[in-house]
């Protein structure tokens, strides 16, 4: 198999060694040369373009058998969320009309479920989100599915929770660094993800998933924050994160302040899919015995003077 990964970062990388080593060529796209090394010791072949500039894919030699787009648009606003994901999703189903590529694999986001009452979502469930970053990533993935509908391109969407892995997870660090806020009132549940599964997932759909079909990437078990918070204290043993001042604003919600648990049933049933990580309880694992020890390791010298 031949396949390109689209914006090729902290998990297109990840999905690339896994391809790779399983014996497909795979290309992974992005706009910087910072991290060509790492791919090319990934198995990873290195090109360079930009997304948003049709000129760009057309550059790529050669057709691909799987496109998949895990491209984000960083710490951007809305014009970037449109440029990227809206703009991005076009010019990927243009150039595959003309490429004639395999399939393509477009990662969305949870975010799109704009539910506020803590209820269940699957993929099922209605869409109609109230932040505009949301509202964009639902046009994109409308403007994907057309892909499908228009028979220019098999298509899937995977809508990924939030990510956390080696070197990421946005509220574990801000608690570590004794900035997590406990929330005044009810604590809205958070859903969550490890990088690895994350692969493991677009593995799963880029090999059985079914055209048209959208997937949850989410890992077993949606936790409050005020939940999450209070496990990290315990398995740390650093202090809990105080209350944030009744009426004052909670510095964690980087997606929105939607409050829904997402539902991996698809996922698991119909593709097979298994997260190595089902809860994130085992994938801080790793990262929690990091910090117990630095803090073993910083008590001792303090005690021996
Ligand atoms: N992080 C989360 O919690 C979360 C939650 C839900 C969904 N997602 C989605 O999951 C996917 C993977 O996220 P990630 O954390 O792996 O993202 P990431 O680490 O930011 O990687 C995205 C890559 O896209 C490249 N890129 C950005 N703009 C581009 C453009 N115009 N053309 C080509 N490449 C471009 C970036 O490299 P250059 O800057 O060098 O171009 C970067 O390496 C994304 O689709 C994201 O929206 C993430």
Redesign the pocket.
Known sequence: MRILI???????LELGRRLASSGAEVLG????G??DGLMAGAGLQAVH????RPE?LEAIPGDFDAVV??????RGGIDAYH???LG?AGNLVDWSRRRRAGRLVW?????VYGQADGSWVTEDSPTAPEEPTSRCLVAAEQAITEGTRSGVVPTQIV??????GPG?G?LFRQFIAGEARLDPGQSPWMNMIH?DD?ASALEAVLHRGEPGRIYNAVDDEPVTRGEFLRYLAQATGLPLAPAAEAGGSVPTRK?GSTNKRVSNGRLREELGWRPRFPTWREGYAEAIAGVVSATRRHDDRKASG
């Open positions: 689209v914006g090729c970062g902290y998990v297109g796209l992005r706009r910087r910072d991290d373009g930009d997304l948003t760009d787009s895990t491209v984000s648009s960083g440029q990227v994901y991005g990662v969305s986001s949870t975010s809508r990924v929770a939030g990510i956390y990421r946005h990088r994350v997606r």
